[in-house]
């Protein structure tokens, strides 16, 4: 029986969030993602804004930056040194390759210090870590598609100026496609790469010097047909070539890929971002005693 003056406990209170001291290794639900996609819309244009910001040229160098690289490899690789680009007109063969190449340097350079750069908001502010990883990769895939544009507006000014003549408009999804697994796996390497700069700083050099030699066993200057038969399984085991040999058959009809290898260059994507995801989620908030 209830005493007299003893009011009832008052019902339970029903939370839409709740923050417990412990993680998981799929890290946040699919619903708490999306009810943050307002913060990863302004990531995005933060990153994109300060990228620029007190510059004289502003977003200009979206385009200025491949396009100087690109005469530089004309004059030195196609004139000097003399690299045979077959059948493909040397500045959209150049052109291709430096977009996808730096959207992968970027998108792996940029989100590899991700504690490192975010230590003082992650220590102070909830949201889901993955955010910002991602708010990188999209800034990096907004500067892609300015590139991408201008790269196929040099294709249609061969197609109309020039003999040479532009494979069919059917292998754009092609291109889709290895822009993909690019992006997944710059993203992947990343995260993964995040975790161990959070631990030790020093691999934040290994970083830098690491993407600057694997570009030299990825055919972004040459074309793998030109490699020779003994080496050319070891620069197949590199899953990103046969996504830029991808790419670049589909928009200039050259490449020497074949569905096989692009069946493993997609295991091979599938699997690191699936490691990569799960060690950024269950690492992440111990590294925040660390960072």
């Known amino acids: 029986m209830q005493a007299p003056f003893e009011r009832p406990a008052p019902p339970a209170a029903k939370w839409d969030w709740e923050i417990e ?26 990153d994109f804004l300060l990228g620029y910001q007190q510059t004289i040229l502003g977003p200009l160098w979206v385009l200025l930056q491949p396009i100087m690289t690109m005469l530089t490899y004309v004059v030195v690789f196609g004139k000097v040194v003399g690299i045979s680009t077959g059948g493909a007109p ?10 996808l190449w730096n959207l992968f340097n970027d998108a792996f350079t940029g989100t590899s210090s991700t504690f490192s ?16 990883p991602v708010a990188r990769l999209l800034g990096y895939l907004l500067s892609f598609g300015i590139q991408f544009g201008f790269l196929l507006l040099l294709l249609v000014g061969y197609w109309v ?22 992006s997944v796996q710059s993203l992947a390497l990343g995260l993964l790469f995040s975790v161990l700069t959070g631990k030790y700083r020093d691999i934040r050099f290994f970083v830098g010097l690491g993407t600057r030699l694997l570009m030299f066993l990825t055919p972004v200057i040459y074309p793998l047909q030109h ?4 080496w050319r399984w ?14 670049r058959w589909a928009l200039l009809g050259q490449g020497l890929v ?9 295991a091979v994507t599938v699997v690191l ?18 960072v």
């Open 234 to 247: 070891l620069m197949e085991l590199n899953p990103l070539t046969s996504q830029f040999e991808l790419f």
């Open 90 to 99: 040397p500045v959209l063969f150049y052109l291709a390759g430096i977009v």
């Open 21 to 46: 001291a412990r993680t998981s290794w799929w890290g946040a639900s699919l619903a708490e993602y999306w009810s943050y996609r307002h913060l990863l819309v302004g990531l995005v244009r933060r």
């Open 117 to 132: 750069d975010n230590a003082h908001i992650f220590s102070k502010v909830y949201f889901p870590r993955l955010l910002m």
């Open 227 to 230: 490699v020779a038969p003994k």
């Open 273 to 290: 971002f699936a490691g990569a995801l799960l060690t950024f989620n269950k690492q992440g908030d111990k590294l925040m005693d660390v």
């Open 258 to 266: 074949t569905t096989g290898q692009v069946l493993y260059s997609l």
């Open 161 to 182: 100026f020039t003999p040479w003549r532009v494979p069919p408009v059917a292998g754009l999804p092609l291109a889709l496609v290895a822009l993909v697994l690019v």
